[in-house]
């Protein structure tokens, strides 16, 4: 990997960049974009490093995850490249195979290329046999002979890995993968403390954002696994969208990070690149405008303020019900059927928050079939009273069946 490159100041990037006042960010692609400009320039706009971990590899701070067409955005593949964000992220199961066919396609037409990127993939076969089968597949998709780190996709408790120790080091001696671990969505904080204890889980990517940082349980888990040499990967890191605009807190929020040169969400992904412990973000960028904000963001230096933190945790605690934090272990226990809520809850967040009903639609096909009266009917008042944030688990789990089924 790359040696670490320092941060721009916000004054730097701009004069660099040519862009003049954030309303312009959208309009000078080409001045950035690496073609017909001082290649130094170019250079110095890549995206800064920091260690996985202990594992003895550096990875770009902010990552490509790869859940939209690959197939039909090459240039924004190359574009990534060239900006540094070299930490390319994606599972058998993205566009049933395409995505990973996307990143095949483009290491067929830039071989060099393949050296650059830390390539992840997941399995959710959770099996041995069926990860042996996913991961022979995601070799041949990608057009490539290993995955840097190969991950069991989407646990909800360190149980979910049991047996695969034997697996990786298999995997790994045969030269199909350089390290193992695991995602997770679902009772991440107990993941990952249980992770730290096992002494041979190379990296994890969970949820991570503004919100959770304020949880003491979670900066136990986080500590623990820095202290074990996990590599670390933060993803759903603008915890339920886009600030609104009801309250004049969140205008005044918005507002404030607005006349400091970045957004809200670039505000959000600054917010968790301030702990170290992190190694980097994985943020799905579909569009060029995209990747360049978040680029714009990684490049920058200079951190939040003390200010600019109590009013993401007080925006944080003020709209606490209108975000699942995924402690399904509180909520889960107390509905008879299991009906699972921490999957609503996230097909929801993607349709509605995140503004891709495609996607929350195609999350919601992977859950097993489910009786309508069990969704629709179910008591949720004992979830309720015991949910942290106070969401109103029935309507919100009676919505998400009418608007994703």
């Known amino acids: 990997m790359k040696k670490e490159r320092?941060?721009?100041?916000?004054?730097?990037?701009?004069?660099?960049?040519?862009?003049?006042?954030?309303?312009?960010?959208?309009?000078?692609?080409?001045?950035?974009?690496?073609?017909?400009?001082?290649?130094?320039?170019?250079?110095?706009?890549?995206?800064?490093?920091?260690?996985?971990?202990?594992?003895?590899?550096n990875i770009s701070i902010l990552s490509l995850g790869g859940m939209f067409d690959t197939i039909g955005n090459q240039l924004l593949l190359r574009q990534a490249v060239k900006w540094g964000v070299t930490y390319w992220d994606t599972a058998n199961s993205y566009s049933g195979g395409r995505s990973e066919e996307g990143f095949g396609r483009y290491f067929q037409k830039y071989p060099e290329d393949r050296k650059k990127i830390f390539l992840v993939t997941k399995s959710g076969a959770w099996?041995?046999?069926?990860?042996?089968?996913?991961?022979?597949?995601?070799?041949?998709?990608?057009?490539?002979?290993?995955?840097?780190?190969?991950?069991?996709?989407?646990?909800?408790?360190?149980?979910?890995?049991?047996?695969?120790?034997?697996?990786?080091?298999?995997?790994?001696?045969?030269?199909?993968?350089k390290l193992f671990g695991f995602s997770t969505h679902t009772n991440m904080e107990e993941c990952l403390s249980d992770a730290a204890k096992l002494g041979w889980i190379d990296g994890i990517m969970m949820t991570y954002n503004y919100r959770l940082m304020r949880?003491?349980?979670?900066?136990?888990?986080?500590?623990?696994c820095s202290k074990a040499g996990i590599g670390l990967t933060a993803m759903k890191t603008?915890?339920?969208?886009?600030?609104?605009s009801d309250t004049e807190i969140e205008m005044n929020m918005a507002g404030r990070f607005l006349s400091?040169?970045?957004?809200?969400?670039?505000?959000?992904?600054?917010?968790?690149?301030?702990?170290?412990?992190?190694?980097?973000?994985?943020?799905?960028?579909?569009?060029?405008?995209?990747?360049?904000?978040?680029?714009?963001a990684?490049?920058?230096?200079?951190?939040?303020?003390?200010?600019?933190?109590?009013?993401?945790?007080?925006?944080?605690?003020?709209?606490a019900a209108d975000y699942c934090c995924g402690c399904t272990h509180i909520c889960e226990p107390t509905l008879s059927d299991a009906i699972p809520v921490g999957d609503m809850m996230r097909c929801l967040m993607y349709s509605r928050s995140y503004r891709d009903p495609a996607r929350g639609k195609e999350e919601f096909r992977r859950i097993p079939p489910w009786n309508v009266s069990l969704i629709t009917e179910a008591d949720y008042t004992l979830a309720e009273q015991r949910c942290p944030q106070r969401m109103p688990i029935g309507k919100l789990m009676r919505e998400a069946f009418l608007e994703l089924a």
Request: net charge positive.
């Open 298 to 319: 990684a490049v920058m230096a200079g951190r939040l303020s003390k200010k600019d933190r109590e009013l993401l945790d007080l925006y944080a605690g003020k709209t």
């Open 215 to 224: 949880s003491d349980r979670m900066r136990r888990a986080v500590d623990a």
């Open 127 to 177: 099996g041995q046999s069926g990860m042996t089968r996913d991961l022979n597949l995601s070799l041949e998709r990608m057009k490539t002979d290993y995955i840097d780190l190969f991950f069991i996709h989407g646990i909800s408790r360190i149980g979910d890995v049991s047996g695969m120790k034997q697996w990786a080091e298999k995997a790994k001696s045969d030269g199909k993968i």
């Open 6 to 57: 320092r941060s721009l100041s916000r004054r730097e990037f701009l004069k660099k960049t040519g862009v003049i006042g954030l309303g312009s960010i959208m309009t000078p692609f080409a001045r950035i974009s690496g073609y017909g400009v001082d290649p130094a320039i170019a250079a110095e706009m890549s995206v800064p490093t920091r260690p996985f971990g202990r594992t003895g590899v």
């Open 238 to 244: 603008q915890g339920g969208g886009a600030v609104r």
């Open 260 to 296: 400091k040169g970045f957004t809200d969400g670039q505000a959000k992904l600054k917010s968790v690149w301030e702990n170290e412990m992190i190694s980097s973000i994985c943020s799905q960028m579909p569009t060029l405008s995209l990747l360049m904000g978040n680029v714009q």
